[in-house]
């Protein structure tokens, strides 16, 4: 049984540790490397049978953004569009991924993204979904969170259960503070013992990122956007030498273009960006982690966005 004290769980340590990225980075006019303006395949277009009916076509989603739209208390603002955190599957075990979610009230909205689940298939979470956000509230450098009975309830074992807890630290202190402790109550009483694998009865502070972030995640687009070309894919990657590749594929599979792009710095979590230009149909962008030893330590996690281009 893990017992959660003034640090963490001890993680996956991989690199050292970094500052967390910012969440939208394509202000940050990072170029895509290798293919300055990326060669137009010659026609990937979906063929008749598999294209799109003749319907209106649908009112593209915009990009996220951040817009201030909830005061929580005089030291804080919250955006609309806020990273939930959720669990991914990865050579070196389970990470945390982040989802760009529109959470409404922000503090409460965010955890309550968290425990529905994510609209990404890429992603996972084992929150129970009947769970009931009671309250969030910061007082003396503690974050607490209240929730109802129902959180007590998940089918996990000890690795699951440490990044639930990674989970719900992460979502929140970026809402608050990410030097901040985070306590869970359970109907406003710490909640100690949890799902036979954790004691959580002191604030937890977050693993660093390098040691508890997917090592790849794509921000934007999001998950079925549609949108018009050209686009901007960005999100933040743990590259060796800071090499991101990158590749699109058809509605039938088929790869239509590929190339990689370069993060801010290498062998530690930072932003990357690049540009697109596609024709109208559906596509699957894929992000992947950059593999030197060849597939010898496993197979690279590749995150992935279903999108329209109008």
Not at 67 to 95: C, K, N, Q, W
């Amino acid at each position: 049984m893990t017992t959660y004290r003034s640090s963490p769980a001890t993680a996956r340590a991989r690199r050292r540790t970094s500052a967390l990225a910012l969440l939208l980075v394509g202000g940050l006019a990072l170029t895509g490397c290798g293919d300055d303006e990326p060669e137009e395949a010659s026609d990937p277009t979906p063929s008749a049978s598999t294209s799109a009916p003749a319907t209106p076509t649908p009112t593209p989603s915009p990009s996220p953004s951040v817009s201030v739209s909830e005061e929580a208390g005089p030291e804080h603002s919250f955006s609309d569009i806020t990273p939930v955190y959720y669990a991914v599957e990865s050579r070196t075990g389970l990470m945390l991924a982040r989802e760009p979610r529109e959470t409404g009230e922000a503090g409460v909205g965010a955890v309550e993204a968290m425990i529905s689940g994510p609209q990404d298939p890429d992603y996972s979470s084992t929150w129970n979904p009947a769970t009931k956000v009671l309250g969030i509230s910061e007082a003396d450098g503690v974050i607490n969170v209240d929730l109802s009975a129902e959180a007590r309830d998940a089918d996990v074992g000890a690795p699951g259960a440490e990044l639930m807890v990674q989970q719900l630290v992460w979502t929140v202190t970026q809402l608050y503070g990410d030097e901040l402790g985070v306590q869970l109550l359970i109907d406003g009483e710490p909640a100690g013992e949890l799902w036979s694998a954790v004691t959580w009865d002191q604030p937890v502070t977050r693993t660093p990122a390098d040691e508890i972030r997917a090592f790849v995640g794509i921000d934007t687009p999001a998950e079925g956007t549609t949108t018009s070309s050209p686009l901007t894919v960005s999100g933040e990657a743990n590259a060796f030498e800071a090499t991101v590749p990158w590749r699109v594929l058809d509605a039938q599979g088929k790869e239509v273009k590929s190339g990689f792009t370069t993060a801010a710095e290498g062998m530690t979590l930072s932003p990357y960006s690049f540009d697109l230009r596609l024709p109208a149909g559906d596509y699957t962008i894929e992000v992947a982690e950059d593999d030197p030893s060849g597939g010898e330590g496993g197979e690279p996690l590749t995150d992935s966005r279903s999108i329209s281009v109008k």
